[in-house]
């Protein structure tokens, strides 16, 4: 990280009216993985489609098996200085956005407000056939339940709560239904194959056609869902600053790029914007 490259993202800041655009890279800190930065998830996990699991009730019993075992390292994460430092520049009036494409809620763990969850969050289950929304630790409860003598570990636990565990142990694993119509339940989330709800991407484009700078964090941006953010920013001429481990598919349109650790690089930029945040 060149300080004077540091120096020239606060000075974009300082004018405040940024947007911020966050990414999984901005939880790696907290012990959750990245898809494609340094911890590397996508190179040796794939992850469930909309259209596997709508289609195969075995693929809903395989992915709720694995999702009940990652939850329980996925629900104990906790803020790190990345996340602490956004919520201090949205607190002091230098962040007047926010956007995340992780659905950790981590933003809010740490004190953010008003955060568009492009992809949902984890501690939501949805009914896909009444729409009825529940919270993720009743679920769990009730999977606990239906499933006394389930034990299983996770070796890994990936960017969307799923885990991997002993196959034998996915196929005993009981799932349950929706209490309101015996309906499917699936996590408010947005699958891979699924399209993020209109409603969160108009807001967001709304965000950054008011921003005085769009702040990329933790994103490698190689998906449309992000990056269609960047581009809209770049062609308004809005400036755009990423800090990322990495490239990013974004790179081209920025305005400042620092490449370096968030939960360093994002305490510095509260330091050096002033006491105010």
């Known amino acids: 990280m060149v300080t004077a490259t540091l120096d020239k993202l606060a000075g974009l800041a300082a004018r405040g009216d940024v947007v911020v655009l966050s990414g999984a890279g901005l939880s790696t800190e907290s012990g959750i993985p990245d898809y494609r930065g340094p911890s590397g998830a996508a190179r040796r996990f794939t992850p469930m489609t909309y259209q596997t699991f709508m289609g195969s009730a075995e693929a809903r019993r395989r992915y709720w098996a694995r999702s009940h075992v990652g939850w329980r390292s996925f629900a104990g994460a906790r803020p790190n ?30 004190g953010a ?31 606990e339940e239906a499933n006394p003598s389930f034990e299983a570990s996770a070796v890994t636990v990936n960017p969307d709560g799923d885990a991997a565990v002993d196959a034998a142990a996915v196929e005993a694993f009981h799932v349950v239904a929706c209490v309101v119509c015996r309906g499917v339940l699936k996590p408010d989330v947005v699958f891979f194959g699924e399209s993020v709800p209109p409603q969160r991407v108009h807001e967001s484009y709304a965000l950054v056609e008011k921003a005085g700078m769009l702040l990329v964090l933790g994103s490698s941006l190689a998906v449309m869902s992000g990056r269609r953010f960047v581009l809209r920013a770049a062609k308004l001429g809005v400036p755009v600053a990423i800090v990322n481990q990495g490239a990013t598919r974004g790179d081209h349109c920025a305005d400042v790029i620092v490449d370096a650790p968030l939960g360093t690089v994002l305490p510095q930029l509260c330091t050096l914007i002033g006491s105010g945040v």
């Open 81 to 110: 200085d990345g996340h602490r430092a956004v919520g201090r520049l949205q607190a002091g009036g230098v962040v007047t956005g926010i956007i995340t494409q992780n659905v950790d809620g981590l933003h809010q763990a740490a």
């Open 113 to 143: 407000s008003a955060v568009v969850e492009l992809h949902g969050n984890l501690a939501r289950v949805v009914c896909v056939d009444c729409g009825d929304v529940s919270s993720r630790i009743e679920l769990d409860r009730r999977l």
